[in-house]
């Protein structure tokens, strides 16, 4: 007589509404799927009025036999509208950050993006973001 739940899908995914309780499921690119998402971050970085990502994660909190869920650097994803993102690369978003990723916000000091970033038992950083095209 127990609630029977089953799980079909582990990838990070991004859900498009379209009404009515309706979504559009779309999975991430595939370097959003290479560590544990903590953060995300939704905001126009290029000025197209389309919505980008930018994803933090991480987990060192694992059992010595599973290993570290590490990989991430902080992660930019460029919207591409309906749902779709591309990543930016690393040298183009100047994103490496070690660590675990807890938080993300944006901070406009004099006219340039900053992202402050939580980190897990670390201290928050702040990081002067400015992509190159």
Partial sequence: ??????????????????????????????????????????????????PDLIIGGNNVDTAPYFGTYDAGRGLVLLGKGGANFSPLSAEKSGLNIFGQIRDIKKLNLQRTMHLIIGLNDDNALLYQFNPKK
């Fill in 1 to 50: 007589k127990s609630n029977r739940l089953e799980v079909t899908l582990f990838s990070s995914i991004s859900l498009e509404n379209i009404g009515n309780f309706n979504f559009n499921i779309k999975k991430l690119p595939k370097e959003a799927q290479f560590t544990p998402i903590y953060s995300i971050l939704a905001t126009d970085i290029n000025g197209d009025n389309l």
